[in-house]
């Protein structure tokens, strides 16, 4: 057996070590990376500096802690940002685990914005939390009519027209974008019948699984804007000027798909060793 | 850091490795987390589906803050959605079981009358007009933006040969068996973008428990003494299992070599 047949079966255990191993020390060294921004995500970060103090978004938060990873650091940008320049902002979960979620970034940004940029986010008027409501297709049809169908109340059970940021709205057609920043497959459900059905302008936030099965509907105009996993993240925290953990991520990413580059090769050229030999067929 | 959050974390963290604990074989430690993590999951949704769907949508409708005796009191008519919820259950019974696809149909009914609609208006009819519909105008080789148009002839050239590849009607031979030939590279093109993007999906969710077990740390050395203790004592732990199992490892070696 020689060199690359032993490294072809190599215990998978070690290459789990070995990548464990980089992305510890690649984190803990001060390594520099540059990201070039796509146009993509460029155009969620123009459409959001296009808008004007008061005018309305809305944002779904439809993620849970497994992809929180790649999705809160754009929540948290695309928040912030929003917050930054006096946005009304609408917030809605339809995953089941996405209020936890939302409450999390919402009151994290509100605390982190006083403190920075001394902007008192007052909830109710700045911002409402509509929470969680099951089957994402009848409540996303249901907003595109009237928000007060699926959310009569908001998260806090408090009637939303008691909330003096929903006196002015009352479907889409009030809401200058919506940006979804998702890890469920209710991404098609919001082109379908939200952009589909009643126009609404969509930009979404994808995990790295998903981006590459949505890029079609950027092309088609379906969606005007496409962030795509932590990379999606890191350039989006590069156009708001505020590297944070994606941007951080990213350095990591690089030697550990370096790594898992080195495998593959190593791993192939094991295969191809062993074929010729008539070892592996 | 306060004392709450503090412990609260920690619980996080070695939680985290007891999940972690798995890619180098199953234990008792990833077992534990994987049991809880499952109840808390199932209690927690369970919670979210009652106060969010159940409660607003069902029954505070049926009963408008009156005695739950008096049924007919509030918009009794949701009465008809909670009835064929409830058929649902029949499906737990053998003999019963078709009286639950009354609801399925139901459901399934309204579901395509909403989609096909659509479905087919947004994930077939726009996407064949923005591959096809302005062809002549995308077609564009000008000094600033001949790739736009090198890029359109590429998408309808992997569009057209992806297809043909599923196209069994006339063999893949000769000329059309080249054209299958490139959709099958097309085709492989895309799965290994989506391959790529997965590994970077994948890594993050790495990387990110690797950051909160690192603030966990640096939380810990930066805080109270009684915080820098418990970080030192579950490394110590930590290190201790693992040269258990290292020691393990090695004297059980010569008894597998003998087999």
């Given at each position: 057996m020689n060199f690359f047949e032993k490294l072809a079966k190599l215990d998978r255990r070690w290459v789990f070590l070995i990548l464990a191993a980089v992305v510890v020390i690649t984190l803990l060294v001060d390594v520099k990376t540059s990201i070039r921004v796509d146009k993509e995500v460029r155009s969620v970060y123009d459409f959001m500096e296009s808008l004007k103090p008061g005018d309305y978004i809305q944002m779904s938060i439809d993620y849970d802690p497994g992809s929180m990873a790649e999705m809160h650091p754009m929540t948290y940008a695309i928040l912030e940002q929003a917050f930054k320049k006096d946005l009304k902002v609408v917030i809605t979960a339809l995953s089941i685990n996405g209020p936890g979620m939302a409450e999390q970034a919402i009151l994290d940004i509100m605390d982190s914005v006083q403190i920075l940029y001394g902007k008192k986010i007052v909830y109710g008027e700045d911002v409402v939390f509509l929470g969680y409501k099951p089957y994402p297709g009848i409540v996303i049809l249901s907003m595109g009519q009237n928000y007060r169908i699926s959310y009569p109340q908001d998260y806090y059970n408090t009637p939303v027209d008691d909330l003096p940021i929903m006196h002015n709205i009352i479907n889409y057609d009030d809401m200058k974008g919506i940006i979804l920043i998702t890890g469920t497959s209710g991404v098609d459900f919001w082109i379908s019948?939200?952009?589909?059905?009643?126009n609404a302008p969509l930009a979404v936030g994808l995990t790295g699984v998903m981006a590459a099965d949505y890029y079609p509907y950027l092309k088609s105009g379906q969606i005007f804007g496409l962030m795509g996993g932590m990379l999606g993240a890191a350039e989006y925290e590069i156009l708001v000027n505020k590297p944070g953990p994606a941007m951080e991520a990213m350095k990591v990413q690089v030697w550990a798909h370096i790594i898992i580059i080195l495998f593959i090769i190593i791993g192939n050229i094991g295969y191809f060793a062993s074929r010729r030999k008539g070892g592996v067929q | 850091m306060d004392w709450g959050t503090f412990i609260w974390t920690t619980i996080g963290v070695g939680l985290t490795l007891s999940v972690f604990s798995f890619l180098y074989k199953d234990n008792p430690f990833y077992r534990f987390t994987e049991s809880l993590y499952v109840g808390v999951a199932t209690g927690y949704m369970t919670i979210i589906l009652w106060y969010n769907g159940l409660l607003p949508t069902l029954i505070d409708r049926i009963w408008v803050g009156q005695p739950w005796w008096q049924l007919w009191g509030g918009k009794w008519w949701y009465w008809i959605p909670g009835i064929l919820g409830l058929l649902m259950?029949?499906?737990?019974?053998?003999?019963?079981?078709?009286?639950s696809r009354y609801p399925i149909a139901f459901y399934i009914g309204i579901s395509m009358g909403a989609a096909i609609p659509l479905e087919m208006k947004n994930r077939v009819n726009e996407q064949l007009y923005s591959t096809f519909g302005n062809l002549m105008q995308n077609l564009t080789f000008g000094p600033d933006n001949w790739w736009s148009g090198v890029s359109e002839i590429i998408i309808i050239i992997g569009v057209l040969t992806g297809l043909f590849y599923f196209f069994f009607s006339v063999p893949h031979k000769g000329v059309f068996g080249g054209i299958a030939k490139v959709g099958i590279y097309i085709l492989m093109i895309g799965f290994g973008a989506s391959f790529g993007f997965t590994v970077m999906g994948r890594i993050s969710l790495f990387i990110q428990r690797i950051q909160f077990i690192r603030d966990w740390v640096v939380a810990g050395n930066e805080g109270t003494g009684g915080m820098t203790a418990i970080v030192w004592i579950f490394g110590l732990l930590l290190l201790l299992l693992i040269l258990l199992e290292i020691i393990r490892h090695i004297m059980k070696k010569p008894a597998d070599e003998a087999v």
């Open positions: 019948y939200a952009n589909g059905r009643y | 259950w029949f499906r737990f019974s053998k003999k019963q079981a078709w009286i």
